[in-house]
Every structure is written in structure tokens, then in C-alpha cells.
Nanobody, 118 residues
Framework: VQLVESGGGLVQPGGSLRLSCAAS????????MTWYRQTPGKEREFVAV????????DYANSVKGRFTISRDNAKNTVYLQMNSLKPEDTAVYYC????????????WGQGTQVTVSS
């Protein structure tokens, strides 16, 4: 199983970024996919989840209305569109895969840094 995130970087407050996570080594269309984030000294924090078909999504309250999770099962890729970014969104963002929508995350990517600063 391999999950490879990309798209992180430095952005000004109010800006946008789109993260991508390319998956391989498993049947992508059968697993729910997640995004989490982590800052130094804190536990990894849930950001968003999307069902295997893409029909259901859920978000942390802190990002609801600003972030959108989506997936392309033909490309084995999950995305996180982040708009109206705030400095408090600064973190390492991790892609994850889980057997079902409500289960724990079984597989993780290596993470991509997102820094929101002027």
C-alpha cells in the first residue's frame, strides 16, 4: 500500500491550495479516504472523510465550508481543495485510507506541509 501526497506549500492567508493523494497497492475504489493534519506537539487531527463511491463526505467543524474533499476512482486519487486558508490551517497534512467510512484509518501517506503565512 502506498499513499503519496502532493500540492503542499506556502500560501498567504485567504489563499487556496489543492492537495492530491495518489494511491496504489490496493483496490482504491473499495476504501474510504481521509485527510488529517498535525502540528508539532499536537495529536493528528481529523479534517475530512469521503466514502468509497464519493457519495458521502464529512468535515471537521474548523474546515467546514472552506475545504472540499473529492476523489477520482479512475485515477486512484483523492483531493483536498482548501479555500480561505487561515494561519491556523498550517500543518502537515496526511492522506489516509480506511476499510469503511466510520472505521479507523489503516494506511497513511508521508504527509505534505501546508504553511499559511503572510
Amino acid at each position: 500500500v502506498q499513499l503519496v501526497e502532493s500540492g503542499g506549500g506556502l500560501v498567504q492567508p485567504g489563499g487556496s491550495l489543492r492537495l492530491s493523494c495518489a494511491a496504489s497497492g490496493f483496490t482504491f475504489s473499495r476504501l474510504a479516504m481521509t485527510w488529517y493534519r498535525q502540528t508539532p506537539g499536537k495529536e493528528r487531527e481529523f479534517v475530512a472523510v469521503i466514502s468509497s463511491t464519493g457519495g458521502s463526505t464529512d468535515y471537521a467543524n474548523s474546515v467546514k465550508g472552506r475545504f472540499t474533499i473529492s476523489r477520482d476512482n479512475a485515477k486512484n486519487t483523492v483531493y483536498l481543495q482548501m479555500n480561505s486558508l487561515k494561519p491556523e490551517d498550517t500543518a502537515v497534512y496526511y492522506c489516509g485510507a480506511r476499510p469503511t467510512y466510520y472505521s479507523g484509518t489503516s494506511y497513511w501517506g508521508q504527509g505534505t506541509q501546508v504553511t499559511v503565512s503572510s
